[in-house]
């Protein structure tokens, strides 16, 4: 199916109240979620425990349509168990291939950062080259794919801090807070009143597309027109972290790109096609703070990486046409 802007943005709009059935209230994050799956990434959602992000990805893979796997990461998990492997068939005496849980359209890497740097490296060659190499021969995986993580925050016990090259491939890092009282009490009530178990049920989500319409909604995406004046200042500002004195290492030409391809999702979910210098601003703390290695001296100074990302929006001028 070919979509126009109106009709894409009506069928999203089925999706986020899709979402809103199981999972109360954080608009914006379900909004940076649609925002990085259209533009054809992979969104980190951190948070403390008991906050649904758990269920706030498995809403959208329902809704999306397309199968969907889930993998609990833990100390002991192994690379293998994520991409499969090559095993000896006794009976036959040939080599089988038994494919992981990674090949499938919507992967919930659930609480990555509790498993070792080896098997969070599992998942490189599948986030950015769309493939798995098992035993030497490539394997490709299905379209759309996609990696919907969750995270608890690095001080908290039994995790481990994901490298720079895992974080760079996830187009956007979205944080969850704590719900407002209105928003905590709704869910309570929906628990007691058993329409939303506490077992984080999403039988109340239905699903409203297929990832053959998913992908055409990607592709209307990627089309999208988008003037030089804009390009420059996403640019701009990826080219002024990197010359940060608290920051010792800033984002990379991916940061660049990545903040465009943000930027045309999100005009899209605002019903237009074409992306203004707003688009990028909105978007450039969860696009580019993760990319982002704070210095000695930053540290020392109490910074963060989002602050670093606000002053530099401050100081970098946006196109003014």
């Not at 009976?91 to 494919?99: A, H």
């Not at 628990?191 to 319409?213: F, H, I, K």
């Not at 999100?266 to 993760?290: M, N, Q, S, T, Y």
Request: glycine share 6%; net charge negative; aromatic share 4%.
């Amino acid at each position: 199916m070919n979509y126009t802007t109106s009709e894409a943005r009506e069928a999203l709009e089925k999706v986020k109240k899709e979402i809103a059935r199981a999972f109360i209230g954080q608009e914006e994050l379900v909004h940076q979620l649609l925002v990085t799956l259209l533009a054809g990434g992979h969104i980190l959602v951190e948070g403390v425990p008991g906050l649904g992000k758990t269920l706030l990805v498995r809403c959208a893979a329902k809704a999306l349509g397309g199968d969907s796997r889930r993998i609990q990461f833990t100390p002991d998990l192994m690379p293998s168990d994520v991409t499969g492997s090559v095993i000896l068939d006794t009976s036959t005496g040939n080599f089988i291939t038994k494919k992981g849980p990674v090949f499938t359209n919507i992967l919930i890497a659930d609480e990555i950062n509790r498993s070792p740097a080896k098997t969070q490296a599992s998942l490189f060659e599948a986030m950015q080259e769309y493939q798995v190499s098992l035993d030497g021969v490539s394997h490709s995986l299905p379209r759309p794919f996609m990696v919907m993580a969750t995270e608890n925050p690095f001080e908290h016990e039994g995790t481990y801090p994901l490298p720079d090259a895992q974080k760079d491939r996830f187009l956007m890092k979205a944080l969850m807070t704590y719900p407002p009282a209105a928003e905590e009490k709704l869910m309570v009530e929906q628990v007691l009143s058993g329409e939303t178990g506490a077992e984080l049920t999403v039988s109340a989500v239905n699903t409203v597309m297929n990832p053959e319409d998913f992908t055409a909604i990607q592709n209307l995406v990627s089309s999208m027109h988008c003037d030089n004046a804009v390009i420059d200042y996403a640019v701009r500002l990826c080219t002024a972290t990197r010359s940060s004195p608290v920051l010792e290492c800033g984002a990379g030409p991916r940061g660049s790109l990545s903040l465009i391809r943000c930027a045309r999702a999100k005009a899209l979910l605002e019903g237009r096609d074409f992306i203004i210098p707003d688009d990028v601003k909105a978007l450039a703390v969860p696009v580019l703070a993760h990319r982002l290695t704070l210095s000695a001296e930053g540290e020392l100074e109490g910074l963060t990486e989002n602050n670093i990302v606000e002053s530099i929006l401050s100081a970098v001028e946006a196109p003014r046409k």
